[in-house]
């Protein structure tokens, strides 16, 4: 976090979301367990809850509940959910943000309206945006609530023309799906920080945050929702209302460094094959003389094939991932996150003993998990371990949907790489650039915000680092 006001903490930790969505629109299908399983495969994205809202077209439903889409739903509650339209979200919130009352979808029903909404993102101006809302009650600390009654306050009677109306007030980062009582509506940004899919089963539409999800349920790929592109399903099929600005494509470059699933594809690049392109380039870039290259599984995998391909150094396993354990990077409290490394991952001691050794991670955050990975690998035996990692240093925190600790608990903002090597204990360490990352995702620089690298954010973000708030709306 980076705030010291605990109003202004709780608030915060609400914006900070990288999340799952998807939604359907498809009569006479199960739309509740196509929703399920879509979910199932964008549970990379959140992990800490899971909702459903589906609509038969008179009433709108749903089951949210914090954890995992596998305990979340089952069976009968799935039953419970009939109807032709759905929309899903997977959350991942910070410390003290995750809470029942912030799962998503969020629902709106008043005597006249429903409607129900999911967001992946992170409204910066929302701050603004809920002073405006006069004679509303808020029940959460979500931007996702502040976002829903933004709409629902916007002018116009038609949910259609309210969204048109209310989406040229938001800034920020936003990929979003949403349900009236007979239509899916689904909206992104201008800068098109967050992905957003369109996607088609039989004769009807989805909407997801990866193509991944498609695959998982049968549906072929259609196109990208265009940067502030707005657009309608009903039973005339796919329409779209309107452009929120004028697009100017800043897609995060950290997608394809780890928030994507590897097959999943981003802008027409495979995210397995930017992530080997990566390794390779890597490889040529900070070569050395080790025995094998091994991955921190599973994001670094695809980037240490590269490396060792390039290289000519054998790929190997030394680590064993216990794949029933949550990322470590979106562990809330420090004392959970170091247990974590250890009950995380299993070195092989039989295959490490002895070895020169080069470990390919994707990033390094905190540098806590790295520490741990270089200490249990040399407990094991290693006689050197040579770090790299295939993007540049995270410098600077997201503003964008991303939850990055405070800045100062960013080890690269104030450690120079040779005191990040010596606080990791590793013989070396050496970063892909800016230039070969971008390289590797055969994206133009112009469209990549690369902001967490850089500190050049491509929206205004107002942010005061020395008391740690948001002074004023973005711009
Ligand atoms: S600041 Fe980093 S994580 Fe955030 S949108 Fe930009 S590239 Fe992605």
Not at 172 to 192: N, T
Not at 216 to 237: C, F, K, L, W
Not at 331 to 354: A, T, W, Y
Not at 423 to 437: N, R
């Amino acid at each position: 976090m980076f705030v010291t006001d605990i109003r202004q903490l709780k608030y915060q930790e609400a914006l900070h979301d990288h999340c799952g969505v998807f939604g359907i629109y498809a009569p006479g299908e199960d739309v509740a367990k196509i929703t399920y399983f879509a979910l199932h495969s964008l549970q990379h994205r959140g992990q800490e809850s899971a909702g459903i809202a589906v609509s038969d077209g008179r009433k709108l439903r749903s089951i949210r509940n914090l954890g995992l889409v596998t305990s979340v739903f089952h069976e009968d509650n799935l039953n419970k959910l009939k109807g032709f339209v759905a929309i899903g979200h997977n959350r991942y919130s910070t410390a003290g943000g995750n809470v029942h009352q912030n799962v998503q979808p969020f629902i709106l029903s008043t005597k006249y309206k429903v409607f129900a909404l999911a967001h992946n993102g992170n409204i910066v101006n929302a701050n603004e945006l809920a002073k405006k809302l006069t004679n509303i009650h808020r029940t959460t600390t979500s931007d996702t609530e502040v976002l829903t009654y933004t709409i629902y306050k916007a002018k116009r009677e038609k949910w259609k023309d309210k969204i048109i109306n209310a989406a040229s007030t938001l800034k920020g980062a936003y990929s979003i799906v949403a349900c009236s009582k007979k239509r899916l509506y689904a909206f992104r940004d201008p800068w098109g920080f967050r992905p957003l899919v369109i996607g088609r089963l039989g004769s009807y539409y989805v909407v997801s945050s990866e193509t991944c999800a498609l695959e998982t349920i049968g549906a072929s790929y259609v196109r990208d929702v265009t940067p502030g592109e707005i657009i309608e399903v009903d039973r005339n099929g796919l329409t779209t209302l309107g452009q929120i600005a004028k697009p100017n494509l800043k897609f995060c470059l950290f997608e394809y460094v780890y928030l994507a699933r590897p097959d999943s594809v981003l802008n027409g690049e495979l995210v397995h094959n930017v992530r080997r392109n990566s390794g390779k380039i890597l490889a040529q870039e900070s070569p050395v003389k080790a025995d094998l290259v091994a991955a921190v599984p599973d994001s670094g995998t695809s980037a240490a094939l590269g490396y060792a391909s390039t290289s000519g150094i054998p790929f190997g396993e030394v680590l064993i991932k216990n794949r029933y354990i949550g990322r470590t990077f979106i562990q809330p409290e420090q004392h959970i996150r170091e247990l974590g490394v250890k009950i995380k991952f299993n070195p092989m001691e039989k295959i490490v003993n002895g070895k020169n050794i080069v470990i390919v991670d994707d990033s390094i955050v905190r540098g806590t998990t790295m520490k741990k990975i270089v200490e249990i690998l040399k407990k094991s035996g290693a006689k050197k371990i040579h770090i790299r990692v295939c993007s540049p240093p995270i410098r600077w925190p997201c503003f964008f949907g991303v939850d990055t600790p405070e800045r100062k608990q960013l080890i690269a903002s104030e450690k120079s790489v040779e005191e990040i090597r010596k606080f990791i204990v590793a013989d070396s360490l050496k970063y892909l650039s800016l230039s070969g990352l971008i390289k590797a995702s055969r994206q133009s620089d112009s469209s990549l915000c690369s902001a967490c690298f850089t500190g050049k954010y491509p929206i205004n973000v107002n942010y005061n680092f020395k008391k740690n708030i948001f002074e004023k709306e973005a711009t």
